[in-house]
C-alpha cells in the first residue's frame, strides 16, 4: 500500500507568519497535488507537480508555492499566512490511483 | 478546466438501503476515481472506472464516458458506511478535480 505522509498534522500561525506543510511518498509516484478541503467546496487544487524539480498551477495558486527538491518530497508553502487560508490540506502522490496522506489542519490567526 | 457535479449533495438511509450516488462531469475524462472520506478523516480510494461497469465487494460504479456521467451503487448499506463520497476527474492536464461529495448517512 502506498504511503503518504503529510507534516505537521496541525498547525497554529500567525497572520503574516511563513508556513510550510511537507509532505513525503514511498512508492516512486512522478505525480504528487496539494489539495485544501472546505465546507461547501470539496476539494480544490492548489498545484502540482510531475517529477522532481516541477511545479505546476492548479485553480487556486495564489498565495502559496510548491518546491519538489525530489521524487519523494513535494511542500506547499504560505509565504505570508492570512486567515482565509485557514483550512484541511491534502497531499496525494500517484500515478493512476491516487493515494492521500492523512492531512494537516491548519489554522491562521 | 474540468467541472464536476455530484448528487445528491447528503443522504440519509436506513440499515439495508440501498444508495445511488451520482456524479456528471463537463469534460472528457480518462480516469474517474470514487473516494470515501470517513467523518474528519483521509481519503481512501474505492473504485477507479473511467468507463463501463466495475464491482467491488457491495460497491458497484457504472460510468458512461459519451454521457459524462458516473454513479455509485452502495448495496445494503451498513452505519459503517457512513461518510463522504467524492468522485474525481482527471482534467486536460491529467490534475485530478473534485466534486463536493454526497454525505451519507446510514441509521441503524
Known amino acids: 500500500e502506498a504511503a503518504v505522509t503529510q507534516s505537521p498534522r496541525n498547525k497554529v500561525a500567525v497572520t503574516g507568519g511563513k508556513v510550510t506543510l511537507s509532505c513525503n511518498q514511498t512508492?516512486?509516484?512522478?505525480?504528487m497535488y496539494w489539495y485544501r478541503q472546505d465546507t461547501g467546496h470539496g476539494l480544490r487544487l492548489i498545484h502540482y507537480?510531475?517529477?522532481?524539480?516541477?511545479?505546476e498551477k492548479g485553480d487556486i495558486p495564489d498565495g502559496y508555492k510548491a518546491s519538489r527538491p525530489s521524487q519523494e518530497n513535494f511542500s506547499l508553502i504560505l509565504e505570508l499566512a492570512t486567515p482565509s487560508q485557514t483550512s484541511v490540506y491534502f497531499c496525494?502522490?500517484?500515478?493512476?490511483?491516487?493515494?492521500f496522506g492523512h492531512g494537516t489542519k491548519l489554522s491562521v490567526l | 478546466g474540468q467541472q464536476v457535479q455530484q448528487s445528491p449533495a447528503s443522504l440519509v438511509l436506513q440499515e439495508g438501503e440501498n444508495a445511488e450516488l451520482q456524479c456528471n462531469f463537463s469534460?472528457?475524462?480518462?480516469?474517474l476515481q470514487w473516494f470515501y472520506q470517513s467523518p474528519g478523516g483521509s481519503l481512501v480510494s474505492l473504485l477507479s472506472?473511467?468507463?463501463g461497469t466495475k464491482h467491488t465487494g457491495r460497491l458497484t460504479s457504472t460510468t458512461v464516458t459519451k454521457e459524462r456521467r458516473s454513479s455509485l451503487h452502495i448495496s445494503s448499506s451498513q452505519t459503517t458506511d457512513s461518510g463522504t463520497y467524492l468522485c474525481?476527474?482527471?482534467?486536460?492536464?491529467?490534475?485530478?478535480?473534485f466534486g463536493a461529495g454526497t454525505k451519507l448517512s446510514v441509521k441503524p
Open positions: 469534460s472528457t475524462a480518462t480516469q
Open positions: 496525494a502522490s500517484g500515478d493512476e490511483r491516487l493515494f
Open positions: 512508492n516512486n509516484h512522478n505525480n
Open positions: 474525481a476527474i482527471d482534467g486536460n492536464n491529467n490534475a485530478p478535480r
Open positions: 507537480s510531475y517529477g522532481a524539480g516541477s511545479t
Open positions: 472506472n473511467p468507463s
